[in-house]
């Protein structure tokens, strides 16, 4: 059973940057899929962005339109852990943040929730004006 567990999340105000890492409990990255994803209070859950495994050709990435440029996601294969780096950080930014795995060989990584079977507890991420 994959676990993950994720940090990093606190109170920032507008313009400032957090790091969130998502730690998994196994040597997962060469072949399972990270996704991050949010939910903010009364909305739904909703990707951030997602990287393919390790094990694919390119390092596929992707990111919602509304994090673009602002936010990069990365891996570290020996402490297994995959990390979202949020810079610019804006008050929609609030929400609950989530990752996500999948195990999906090749460079792909879903970018709907439904694609993924194992998720961690959230972090918090409040974002002040």
């Known amino acids: 059973q994959v676990q993950l567990m994720e940090s990093g999340g606190g109170l920032v105000q507008v313009g400032g940057s957090l790091r969130l890492s998502c730690a998994a409990s196994?040597?997962?990255?060469?072949?399972?899929?990270i996704g991050w994803f949010r939910q903010a209070p009364g909305k739904e859950r909703e990707g951030v962005s997602c990287?393919?495994?390790?094990?694919?050709?390119?390092?596929?990435?992707y990111y919602a339109d509304s994090v673009k440029g602002r936010f990069t996601i990365s891996r570290d294969n020996v402490k297994k852990t995959v990390y979202l780096q949020m810079n610019s950080l804006k008050p929609e930014d609030t929400a609950i943040y989530y990752c996500?795995?999948?195990?999906?060989?090749?460079?792909?990584?879903?970018?709907?929730?439904?694609?993924?079977?194992?998720w961690g507890q959230g972090t918090q991420v409040t974002v002040s004006s």
């Open positions: 996500a795995a999948t195990y999906m060989y090749g460079s792909a990584c879903p970018h709907d929730r439904m694609g993924y079977d194992y």
């Open positions: 196994e040597y997962i990255l060469d072949y399972y899929a």
């Open positions: 990287m393919g495994s390790s094990d694919g050709s390119t390092d596929y990435t």
